[in-house]
């Protein structure tokens, strides 16, 4: 995760898709500290958030859709909801 941070960094974002990527990350990073002892489902739930926040976003080819940092924002607070931790959901940053 923090590898894809610096890569978003390194890639010339800035301001508000930095600003929520740096937010998602921070609630993702907390999903994990809160569930190293929960079910094997809610710790495959957040895995699969890790993975998916992590994964290009960017299409490099016609066969993969290129996804914005709102789609990562809602499959986040999905999970955050579904886990009971209201307190990470991230909300949307002001225009």
Request: aromatic share 2%; hydrophobic share 45%; glycine share 4%.
């Amino acid at each position: 995760m923090e590898r894809h941070l610096v890569l978003l960094r390194l890639s010339g974002r800035t301001g508000h898709d930095l600003t929520l990527a740096e937010r998602l990350a921070t609630s993702l990073r907390e999903l994990i500290v809160s569930t190293t002892r929960a079910s094997a489902a809610d710790r495959a739930r957040v895995r699969a958030a890790v993975h998916y926040f992590v994964l290009r976003r960017e299409s490099r080819s016609d066969r993969l859709p290129a996804r914005s940092l709102t789609a990562d924002q809602r499959v986040v607070n999905e999970i955050a909801r579904a886990l009971g931790r209201d307190d990470l959901v991230v909300q949307s940053l002001a225009a």
